[in-house]
Every structure is written in C-alpha cells, then in structure tokens.
C-alpha cells in the first residue's frame, strides 16, 4: 500500500478487514492510505518542479526569458519551478516543447 497507495492492494486489504468485519483495521488502513497518497503526492510534485528546473536550464534562457516563451508570467513560471503549483497537462507539455525547441535552436548555432 505504501508503494502503490491507488493500486488494488489498498483496495484489497480494506475489503479483506471489512470482510472480516475488522472495521478499526479498516479504519486504520484507510488513513494510512491517505497519508500514503499525500507523501506520494508530495514527491510527483516535486519531481515534476525538478523536471521543469532542468527544462528551463536546457533551453538557456533565464526563468523570464523562458516564460514569455510560453505564454505565462514570470511570478507563475516561478511556482512550477519551486513546486508550489503544479502546472496543468497542457502547460507541462507547452514547457517541454518550447524547451527541445530552445535547446536545438542553441546547439545549432
């Protein structure tokens, strides 16, 4: 459960303790999922500021040269990066696109 906080092993064990009519095993394996989702959260979050980070690095531009290459604000691009918000599907991968784009255009010249 701690691994895979959404996989059907969580779902498993719950219904194994209700079955068995364990219902504060129950109840202790459901918070425990939630505490396991929110620390898995937590590092995808984090993973994906990181992600971002190196995104801006390769393209060589600063964060604000980098930002108004994607249509976004500096103060906005700034949360991604510190992992404060994370940005939508769309705007994930706007950054990845602008910084391939940016990085190629560097290693030509």
């Known amino acids: 459960m701690a691994q895979h906080p959404w996989g059907p092993e969580a779902e498993?064990?719950?219904?194994l303790?209700?079955?068995a009519s364990l219902d504060t095993a129950?109840?202790?394996l459901t918070a425990c999922r939630a505490v396991y989702r929110e620390r898995q959260e937590e590092r995808e979050r984090a993973a994906?500021?990181?992600e971002i980070r190196r995104l801006v690095a390769v393209s060589g531009l600063?964060?604000?040269d980098f930002a108004s290459h994607i249509g976004t604000s500096a103060s906005r691009l700034s949360t991604y990066v510190t992992g404060?918000?994370?940005p939508s599907a769309t705007m994930m991968m706007r950054i990845q696109?602008?910084?391939r784009r940016l990085q190629k255009r560097r290693d030509e010249e």
């Open 12 to 15: 498993r064990l719950l219904g």
């Open 17 to 19: 303790a209700k079955e």
């Open 26 to 28: 129950g109840e202790w």
């Open 48 to 50: 994906v500021a990181r």
């Open 62 to 64: 600063s964060q604000r």
């Open 84 to 86: 404060r918000v994370t």
């Open 97 to 99: 696109r602008a910084a």
